[in-house]
């Protein structure tokens, strides 16, 4: 069983696209993530959600929008996309206070902007 | 700002040596840390969790947390050429902190 799934795994589009990665995990946290690992290996934070609330919102262009349909789930929308955007995005999720508050990742989404 | 400096490397190791991998932070009230490996076109997952001053040792991984000088370790000792990836130190949510920091990870190569 998959704990942290995410698709698509591979996505290629042309510069000014829209498009959107979807998330679900199911194991009955209470928190998830989006990451976005760049060409250098940095793993950083973009959004996260709290039993649907959003309770991180790092400095990302207003053309990503996350959303959270319900604890389970959380997608990304990417809007107008460009060059500079192409990167592993990794969705994650963890439990409040539970297990060291351990962070489960999914496969990743590899997007690549041409 | 909580921050997580890692020594960037990358790091060579033949194999059977210890590789040792280490992140200083920056916050005093840090009280615990994670250890990720991460292949390469792979997602991170977790190998060690520190919660406490001292050595946690998990097979031929140990991890090493100082409070006082600030600073978290790994050690993999007899080093496989399996070993070769890189690892992430991160300090876990907490409190009101809901981030998952991470150091920008050190690449080891463990050369058979």
């Known amino acids: 069983d998959t704990a942290v799934s995410q698709t698509p795994k591979y996505l290629v589009t042309q510069m000014g696209n829209d498009k959107s990665i979807k998330c679900e995990q199911n194991?009955?946290?209470?928190?998830m993530y989006w990451y976005k690992q760049d060409s250098k290996k940095f793993l950083k934070i973009m959004f996260s959600y709290n039993n649907k609330e959003l309770i991180i919102n790092e400095t990302v262009p207003n053309r990503f929008s996350p959303k959270s349909p319900d604890k389970a789930h959380l997608n990304l929308h990417i809007n107008s996309l460009e060059l500079g955007d192409s990167a592993v995005y990794f969705c994650?999720?963890?439990?409040?206070?539970?297990?060291?508050?351990?962070?489960?990742f999914g496969e990743g989404s590899w997007l690549t902007v041409v | 700002q909580k921050e997580v400096e890692q020594n960037s490397g990358p790091l060579s190791v033949p194999e059977g040596a210890i590789a040792s991998l280490n992140c200083t932070y920056s916050?005093?009230?840090?009280?615990?840390f994670f250890w990720y490996r991460q292949y390469s076109g792979k997602s991170p997952e977790l190998i060690m969790f520190i919660y406490s001053n001292g050595d946690k040792e998990d097979g031929r991984f140990t991890a090493q947390l100082n409070k006082a000088s600030q600073y978290v370790s790994l050690l993999i000792r007899d080093s496989q050429p399996s070993d070769s990836a890189t690892y992430l130190c991160a300090e876990p949510p907490g409190g009101s902190n809901y981030k998952l920091t991470f150091g920008k990870g050190t690449l080891l190569t463990v050369n058979p």
């Open positions: 994650a999720s963890s439990h409040s206070g539970a297990d060291g508050n351990t962070i489960y």
């Open positions: 916050d005093r009230g840090s009280q615990s």
């Open positions: 194991l009955g946290h209470d928190t």
